[in-house]
């Protein structure tokens, strides 16, 4: 994670959007993005944020509040005068013209000149390792080559902002990953701020330098991805965000930062309380599944332990899978590294699972 | 194009089938006259001819053509036709239609004279069998305020544009109006087609014609000029009496006849060539029928054309509908026909061609 | 090894399918099988585009150049007037009309020489009479004891003295000639070759030209009023534009009559519009506009029967277009007309060709409209088409126009080939 500029490029202020005017699509966003600052926005469809990318392109207009770009309001002014680069999930490459003239149309629009144009195409090219296509067709590229001259094009301009809507969705599965490689090197190389948006939770985990999670119209959760993995606030951003387990239960003991919950069959678990405000209150407690552990000389003294019945084994290679019923629920599941140490449970046996307290999050319900 | 017309033609000829023994095609114009025709002929037919069934056809306006067609492809299906004379003539000279011996094929008058004699100058071709005589002839709007009190009686008037200003509706076609021109040039009507036949003939009327052109609307269709007359769009048109008969009795616009130089124009019926004998029979039976004394003249109760024998004239009686006496709105009436015009069909057959092509090209200038 | 492929090779042998016949042969038949399978299913279709518009096609083109009439009905006189010298001022002799008489008594019998006169008329008129005259006379004549039989002919008509009237003879008397197609570009046959027929007979070429350039208008009024139709067709929602398409298809389930008479309607001088106009004082009662029976006319009825044959393909192209091009335009910096004309329009330009290639077409070949609002500068070939079909039967000269027009239509065809690319024509 780079150190970012403290200035704030891009600013969402109270900004709301309804398309009927009877439901809110967008509801109170405020956000904040640091120049040189790689930032995805990632929730499920409906959530909200493409259309936060589409009013910052200036595609939408806000129905409310102000959209601030290096200082100024942007509401007012028309998509092509914002200056910002944008990738589309289609690539939109223009399929009548060739490749070098995709690249150099945005050069043309703000009148460059011929040789200017060139070098920057050319440049534009090689930054992508796509020299040689200068004369193609889009329909004669593959995805992946679409996908690095929908890149190239882009940033051709020199934006300081370029915005990616879903740009790898086309892509398989390995050519996505080197993709997204490449799109975090770029951005990092040459120090644009990025608005990246989607439902992928791998891509936003792996690209991004902090990642805002949106559902139901606002932002549930904006953080740096690790903090997004291991410290949730909500339950929502628990589940989205990584495997997890969820056990129901009511608080029975609140501290400072540990806290004891009954789960509905009557057992007592350790956790930390992050949403929760006094006992009695009802909560969803939230485990990572590498975080439970069975052997009992990890446990600390005293902690309390729950009773765990194995259902199935999974071998995956390099790590164990094991789903277990625990408090009455059958998709309890515990992942184990294959270590040498390591022991394969049988489905019928019966052991005794823990955690760390701090592994474990009482949030709302 | 006009392959349309001859494919039409051809597969109209393979799939009709022919017709049963009984069944008889006759082949007229539909609309008023067409239903004088079942009136006057086919209904009294059927009464004493229980088997005899009439099947009309409309295809009057493109029978030669259609004719030709059968022709050619050996398939005539079409038992009588009804034409006018040039249409017969050329018919005849084509060898579509057979020859019919008047004396020998039709019935005397009423009043025991011979057929040759009865119709009179209506036999225009070997192969034509007359029913009606027609006219073309001017209608005028009598309440045109330019034209203060003055009302047109001769036919010059036409070409008159300064006492009777105001559109014209002429037939798109230099048949009449080239004899109209050159009546109105100053020509006597015996030397007319003497003046057509010099070197600068056809040139001569054109010139005459030119002196209204702006003014004119050209029609091909007979029910256009009743139309153009009753919307005000023209204030003089010529068109076939019978139109504006319905114009002026039957729909009661403000629209008057101009019978000065009427040409007169005849109607009747030719056999198609090729029938089989059992056909022709049937046919030479219903024309002896539909053509005496008797019939032609009940035609005249339901529309304005006269009757082709001399003999038929004394009894035309009362519309059978309006309850009008039908003789004053005949064009063989002696009041109306003081001055009228025959054209000379043999002067047309050798120079429709070259008439129409100078007469296109002069349209076209 | 190249034995393997070769089955007449003793050592090795061919492969063998498993009944034992050689595998090329067994493949070979099943392929033939397919095929003759394959042929069968399309046969019906097959032979209806044949019957129906490949024959028709060819036969009008046969046709137009087709006159073995003259021969075949003068077969004497054909062979008799080979040795006459058409550049001379004399009338041929005695054994050329005693071929002639000959001939007509025949023809006379077989009611031939009428027709035969209608077919010369066309080169040069009096001949149908002539032929009609003398007919009826030389059926009474005995060819033994009648002769000579010049004078008897001159006695019939002075004509058959005139050089003029054995000149066509002679130069009709092959059996293929050009005369149609030289009459359809205002020529004739004369005695000296082609040559252009007098100024005030011509009329064809004018008439081409004002097709041509009047389709070309109507083409391309097509598509200023479609372009616009067909962008909001495939831009609104879809409740919308569906209510809008139907409205575009309206004019198909009307006659065609009707649609042309409402135009009338509207258009004529005492017509809708012209009495709103002079009822709102822009426009002065004695100086009512003309918008029918002239070109304007024609251009405007042809206009909107046309349209959909433009909207359509343009429609179906534009709705392929993904919304996302217009606004990756824009973000790349584009003001709302640069993205469209450089961005929009350039792949809309396949529907737009469908479109005018449909619209150009089908307007070369219209005649009813032209004819019914066309007045006398608004008419088209097709009218001079439809008049020699059916009220001249100069059914040669009518298959020559026809075959002219073809051949501009392939030519347009070819161009826009060459100049646009038919694989860059999109009907969806």
Redesign the interface.
Same mark, same amino acid.
């Given at each position: 994670m780079l150190d970012q500029g403290s200035d704030d490029f891009v600013v969402f202020d109270k900004v709301q959007k309804s398309y009927d005017g009877q439901t809110l699509v967008v509801k109170d966003l405020n956000l904040s993005i640091g120049k040189g600052e790689f930032l995805t926005m990632l929730g499920p469809s409906g959530s909200g944020k493409t259309t936060c990318l589409m009013m910052l *392109? %200036? #595609?939408e207009t806000a129905t409310h509040g102000d959209i601030l770009l290096d200082g100024q309001g942007i509401n007012n002014i =028309? @998509?092509?005068?914002? %200056?910002? %680069?944008?990738v +589309?999930?289609?690539y *939109?490459l #223009? @399929?009548?013209m060739t490749v070098a003239e995709n690249l150099a +149309? =945005?050069l043309e629009?703000?009148k460059l000149g011929k040789s200017d144009r060139e070098a920057k195409v050319k440049r534009a090219l090689d930054m992508v390792q796509m020299g040689d296509f200068a004369n193609r067709r889009p329909a004669q590229l593959s995805g992946g080559q679409q996908q690095r001259i929908a890149l190239a094009? *882009?940033l051709v #301009?020199e934006p300081e902002l370029v915005?990616m809507d879903e740009p790898l969705g086309a892509l398989d599965k390995q050519l996505r990953e080197h993709m997204q490689f490449e799109i975090t090197r770029l951005a990092h190389e040459l120090g644009i701020t990025t608005v990246y948006v989607t439902h992928d939770q791998t891509e936003a985990l792996t690209m991004s330098d902090r990642v805002a999670v949106f559902n139901d119209g606002r932002i549930q959760q904006l953080d740096p991805p690790d903090t997004l993995y291991e410290e949730p606030k909500n339950s929502f951003v628990a589940q989205f965000i990584g495997e997890n387990n969820s056990l129901e239960g009511t608080v029975k003991e609140l501290n400072n930062d540990t806290a004891v919950v009954q789960l509905d069959d009557g057992s007592l678990i350790d956790c930390r309380p992050v949403n929760v405000k006094q006992v009695g209150d009802r909560t969803k407690v939230s485990i990572r599944p590498e975080r439970v552990e069975y052997r009992s000389e990890r446990f600390q003294e005293g902690a309390h332990l729950l009773k765990a019945e194995v259902l199935e084994f999974i071998y995956m290679g390099d790590v164990f899978r094991t789903r277990l019923r625990v408090a009455g629920r059958d998709d309890f599941i515990m992942k184990c590294r294959n270590a040498p140490d390591q022991i394969r449970l049988k489905p019928g046996e019966t052991v005794n699972i823990g955690w760390m307290p701090e592994d474990c999050r009482a949030l709302d319900a | 194009m006009k392959l349309t017309t001859l494919a039409a033609a051809l597969s109209a000829t393979a799939l009709t089938l022919p017709a049963v023994a009984e069944d008889m095609t006759i082949v007229s114009w539909g609309g008023a006259y067409q239903t004088s025709q079942q009136k006057a002929y086919t209904e009294p037919y059927t009464e004493m001819n229980p088997d005899f069934n009439a099947i009309w056809d409309e295809s009057s306006g493109e029978a030669v053509a259609k004719l030709r067609a059968m022709d050619e492809a050996g398939n005539v299906t079409w038992d009588l036709v009804d034409v006018e004379g040039p249409d017969a003539v050329r018919l005849c000279d084509e060898g579509l239609a057979i020859e019919v011996d008047v004396d020998e094929v039709l019935a005397a008058g009423d009043d025991g004279s011979a057929p040759t004699d009865d119709f009179g100058p209506s036999l225009i071709s070997d192969c034509f069998i007359p029913q009606i005589v027609f006219s073309t002839t001017f209608g005028y709007r009598t309440d045109v305020e330019a034209w203060g009190d003055s009302k047109p009686e001769e036919l010059c008037a036409v070409f008159d544009l300064e006492t009777f200003p105001g559109k014209r509706a002429l037939q798109r076609s230099p048949k009449k109006n080239l004899e109209w021109a050159l009546l109105c040039d100053g020509v006597a009507q015996d030397d007319l087609y003497d003046v057509l036949d010099e070197d600068g003939g056809v040139e001569r009327a054109l010139a005459k014609l030119d002196t209204i052109k702006d003014e004119v609307v050209w029609w091909s269709a007979g029910a256009e000029t009743p139309q153009l007359l009753a919307d005000g769009e023209v204030v003089i048109g010529s068109t076939y009496n019978g139109r504006l008969f319905s114009v002026i009795e039957e729909q009661h616009q403000p629209v008057a006849m101009l019978w000065d130089y009427q040409v007169f124009d005849f109607d009747g019926w030719v056999i198609p060539a090729g029938l089989t004998e059992e056909r022709e029979a049937a046919v030479m039976e219903f024309v002896k029928y539909a053509t005496d004394t008797q019939r032609l003249a009940d035609q005249a109760k339901y529309i304005s054309y006269g009757p082709a024998r001399a003999s038929s004239q004394p009894l035309v009686g009362k519309h059978a509908e309006l309850g009008i006496e039908m003789a004053p709105h005949m064009p063989t009436n002696p009041e109306n026909a003081q001055r009228f015009l025959v054209n000379n069909l043999d002067w047309w057959a050798d120079n429709q061609d070259d008439a129409e092509a100078k007469f296109q090209a002069w349209l076209a200038q | 090894m190249s034995d393997t492929t070769t089955d007449d090779s003793p050592q090795n042998g061919p492969v063998l399918a498993a009944d034992g016949t050689p595998l090329r042969r067994s493949l070979a038949r099943a392929l033939r099988r397919q095929k003759l399978r394959a042929l069968m299913l399309i046969a019906p279709l097959l032979i209806f585009i044949m019957v129906t518009f490949i024959l028709p096609v060819a036969d009008m083109l046969y046709r137009s150049v087709e006159n073995g009439i003259v021969s075949e009905t003068l077969p004497r006189t054909v062979v008799a007037l080979a040795d006459w010298d058409a550049g001379g001022d004399t009338p041929p002799d005695e054994a050329v009309f005693a071929a002639l008489a000959a001939d007509i008594q025949i023809a006379a019998e077989e009611k031939t020489h009428t027709k035969l006169g209608s077919r010369l008329n066309y080169e040069n008129p009096g001949m149908s009479s002539l032929f009609r005259k003398s007919g009826r006379q030389v059926q009474r004549w005995d060819l033994n004891t009648d002769g000579p039989f010049k004078e008897k002919f001159l006695d019939i008509d002075d004509d058959w003295g005139d050089i003029d009237v054995w000149r066509t003879i002679q130069t009709y008397s092959p059996a293929m000639t050009s005369g149609y197609y030289l009459a359809a570009v205002d020529m004739q046959l004369g005695a000296d070759g082609p040559e252009m027929r007098p100024e005030n007979e011509r009329i064809y070429l004018k008439l081409f030209g004002r097709t041509l350039m009047m389709s070309l208008a109507i083409t391309l009024s097509c598509i200023a009023l479609g372009y616009p139709v067909a962008w909001l067709l495939a831009n609104l929602p879809m409740r919308t534009s569906n209510l809008l398409m139907i409205l575009v298809l309206l004019p198909f389930w009307t006659s065609l009559l009707v649609r042309t008479s409402a135009w009338k309607i509207l258009l004529q001088q005492q017509g809708v519009i012209n009495d709103i106009l002079v009822w709102i004082g822009l426009v002065s009662d004695d100086a009512r506009l003309v918008m029918i029976n002239n070109q304007l006319g024609t251009i405007i009825a042809m206009t909107h029967i046309l349209l959909p044959f433009m909207i359509l393909p343009m429609y179906s192209v534009m709705q392929s277009i993904n919304p996302s091009y217009l606004r990756a335009a824009k973000s790349l910096g584009a003001t709302d007309w640069t993205a469209f004309w450089r961005v929009y329009f350039p792949q809309t330009v396949p529907g737009i060709g469908a479109g005018s290639i449909l619209v150009f077409i089908l307007a070369i070949g219209y005649y009813i409209t032209p004819a019914l609002v066309g007045g006398t500068t608004g008419t088209f070939i097709s009218n001079r088409i439809a008049f020699h079909i059916s009220t001249s039967l100069n059914w040669g000269l009518a298959a020559a126009l026809g075959g002219i027009l073809l051949a501009v239509v392939l030519v347009f065809y070819w161009a826009y080939d060459k100049f646009v690319g038919i694989d860059n024509v999109k009907l969806g």
């Amino acid at each position: 994670m780079l150190d970012q500029g403290s200035d704030d490029f891009v600013v969402f202020d109270k900004v709301q959007k309804s398309y009927d005017g009877q439901t809110l699509v967008v509801k109170d966003l405020n956000l904040s993005i640091g120049k040189g600052e790689f930032l995805t926005m990632l929730g499920p469809s409906g959530s909200g944020k493409t259309t936060c990318l589409m009013m910052l *392109a %200036g #595609f939408e207009t806000a129905t409310h509040g102000d959209i601030l770009l290096d200082g100024q309001g942007i509401n007012n002014i =028309p @998509p092509h005068k914002r %200056g910002i %680069g944008m990738v +589309f999930q289609n690539y *939109a490459l #223009f @399929p009548h013209m060739t490749v070098a003239e995709n690249l150099a +149309f =945005p050069l043309e629009v703000r009148k460059l000149g011929k040789s200017d144009r060139e070098a920057k195409v050319k440049r534009a090219l090689d930054m992508v390792q796509m020299g040689d296509f200068a004369n193609r067709r889009p329909a004669q590229l593959s995805g992946g080559q679409q996908q690095r001259i929908a890149l190239a094009r *882009a940033l051709v #301009f020199e934006p300081e902002l370029v915005l990616m809507d879903e740009p790898l969705g086309a892509l398989d599965k390995q050519l996505r990953e080197h993709m997204q490689f490449e799109i975090t090197r770029l951005a990092h190389e040459l120090g644009i701020t990025t608005v990246y948006v989607t439902h992928d939770q791998t891509e936003a985990l792996t690209m991004s330098d902090r990642v805002a999670v949106f559902n139901d119209g606002r932002i549930q959760q904006l953080d740096p991805p690790d903090t997004l993995y291991e410290e949730p606030k909500n339950s929502f951003v628990a589940q989205f965000i990584g495997e997890n387990n969820s056990l129901e239960g009511t608080v029975k003991e609140l501290n400072n930062d540990t806290a004891v919950v009954q789960l509905d069959d009557g057992s007592l678990i350790d956790c930390r309380p992050v949403n929760v405000k006094q006992v009695g209150d009802r909560t969803k407690v939230s485990i990572r599944p590498e975080r439970v552990e069975y052997r009992s000389e990890r446990f600390q003294e005293g902690a309390h332990l729950l009773k765990a019945e194995v259902l199935e084994f999974i071998y995956m290679g390099d790590v164990f899978r094991t789903r277990l019923r625990v408090a009455g629920r059958d998709d309890f599941i515990m992942k184990c590294r294959n270590a040498p140490d390591q022991i394969r449970l049988k489905p019928g046996e019966t052991v005794n699972i823990g955690w760390m307290p701090e592994d474990c999050r009482a949030l709302d319900a | 194009m006009k392959l349309t017309t001859l494919a039409a033609a051809l597969s109209a000829t393979a799939l009709t089938l022919p017709a049963v023994a009984e069944d008889m095609t006759i082949v007229s114009w539909g609309g008023a006259y067409q239903t004088s025709q079942q009136k006057a002929y086919t209904e009294p037919y059927t009464e004493m001819n229980p088997d005899f069934n009439a099947i009309w056809d409309e295809s009057s306006g493109e029978a030669v053509a259609k004719l030709r067609a059968m022709d050619e492809a050996g398939n005539v299906t079409w038992d009588l036709v009804d034409v006018e004379g040039p249409d017969a003539v050329r018919l005849c000279d084509e060898g579509l239609a057979i020859e019919v011996d008047v004396d020998e094929v039709l019935a005397a008058g009423d009043d025991g004279s011979a057929p040759t004699d009865d119709f009179g100058p209506s036999l225009i071709s070997d192969c034509f069998i007359p029913q009606i005589v027609f006219s073309t002839t001017f209608g005028y709007r009598t309440d045109v305020e330019a034209w203060g009190d003055s009302k047109p009686e001769e036919l010059c008037a036409v070409f008159d544009l300064e006492t009777f200003p105001g559109k014209r509706a002429l037939q798109r076609s230099p048949k009449k109006n080239l004899e109209w021109a050159l009546l109105c040039d100053g020509v006597a009507q015996d030397d007319l087609y003497d003046v057509l036949d010099e070197d600068g003939g056809v040139e001569r009327a054109l010139a005459k014609l030119d002196t209204i052109k702006d003014e004119v609307v050209w029609w091909s269709a007979g029910a256009e000029t009743p139309q153009l007359l009753a919307d005000g769009e023209v204030v003089i048109g010529s068109t076939y009496n019978g139109r504006l008969f319905s114009v002026i009795e039957e729909q009661h616009q403000p629209v008057a006849m101009l019978w000065d130089y009427q040409v007169f124009d005849f109607d009747g019926w030719v056999i198609p060539a090729g029938l089989t004998e059992e056909r022709e029979a049937a046919v030479m039976e219903f024309v002896k029928y539909a053509t005496d004394t008797q019939r032609l003249a009940d035609q005249a109760k339901y529309i304005s054309y006269g009757p082709a024998r001399a003999s038929s004239q004394p009894l035309v009686g009362k519309h059978a509908e309006l309850g009008i006496e039908m003789a004053p709105h005949m064009p063989t009436n002696p009041e109306n026909a003081q001055r009228f015009l025959v054209n000379n069909l043999d002067w047309w057959a050798d120079n429709q061609d070259d008439a129409e092509a100078k007469f296109q090209a002069w349209l076209a200038q | 090894m190249s034995d393997t492929t070769t089955d007449d090779s003793p050592q090795n042998g061919p492969v063998l399918a498993a009944d034992g016949t050689p595998l090329r042969r067994s493949l070979a038949r099943a392929l033939r099988r397919q095929k003759l399978r394959a042929l069968m299913l399309i046969a019906p279709l097959l032979i209806f585009i044949m019957v129906t518009f490949i024959l028709p096609v060819a036969d009008m083109l046969y046709r137009s150049v087709e006159n073995g009439i003259v021969s075949e009905t003068l077969p004497r006189t054909v062979v008799a007037l080979a040795d006459w010298d058409a550049g001379g001022d004399t009338p041929p002799d005695e054994a050329v009309f005693a071929a002639l008489a000959a001939d007509i008594q025949i023809a006379a019998e077989e009611k031939t020489h009428t027709k035969l006169g209608s077919r010369l008329n066309y080169e040069n008129p009096g001949m149908s009479s002539l032929f009609r005259k003398s007919g009826r006379q030389v059926q009474r004549w005995d060819l033994n004891t009648d002769g000579p039989f010049k004078e008897k002919f001159l006695d019939i008509d002075d004509d058959w003295g005139d050089i003029d009237v054995w000149r066509t003879i002679q130069t009709y008397s092959p059996a293929m000639t050009s005369g149609y197609y030289l009459a359809a570009v205002d020529m004739q046959l004369g005695a000296d070759g082609p040559e252009m027929r007098p100024e005030n007979e011509r009329i064809y070429l004018k008439l081409f030209g004002r097709t041509l350039m009047m389709s070309l208008a109507i083409t391309l009024s097509c598509i200023a009023l479609g372009y616009p139709v067909a962008w909001l067709l495939a831009n609104l929602p879809m409740r919308t534009s569906n209510l809008l398409m139907i409205l575009v298809l309206l004019p198909f389930w009307t006659s065609l009559l009707v649609r042309t008479s409402a135009w009338k309607i509207l258009l004529q001088q005492q017509g809708v519009i012209n009495d709103i106009l002079v009822w709102i004082g822009l426009v002065s009662d004695d100086a009512r506009l003309v918008m029918i029976n002239n070109q304007l006319g024609t251009i405007i009825a042809m206009t909107h029967i046309l349209l959909p044959f433009m909207i359509l393909p343009m429609y179906s192209v534009m709705q392929s277009i993904n919304p996302s091009y217009l606004r990756a335009a824009k973000s790349l910096g584009a003001t709302d007309w640069t993205a469209f004309w450089r961005v929009y329009f350039p792949q809309t330009v396949p529907g737009i060709g469908a479109g005018s290639i449909l619209v150009f077409i089908l307007a070369i070949g219209y005649y009813i409209t032209p004819a019914l609002v066309g007045g006398t500068t608004g008419t088209f070939i097709s009218n001079r088409i439809a008049f020699h079909i059916s009220t001249s039967l100069n059914w040669g000269l009518a298959a020559a126009l026809g075959g002219i027009l073809l051949a501009v239509v392939l030519v347009f065809y070819w161009a826009y080939d060459k100049f646009v690319g038919i694989d860059n024509v999109k009907l969806g």
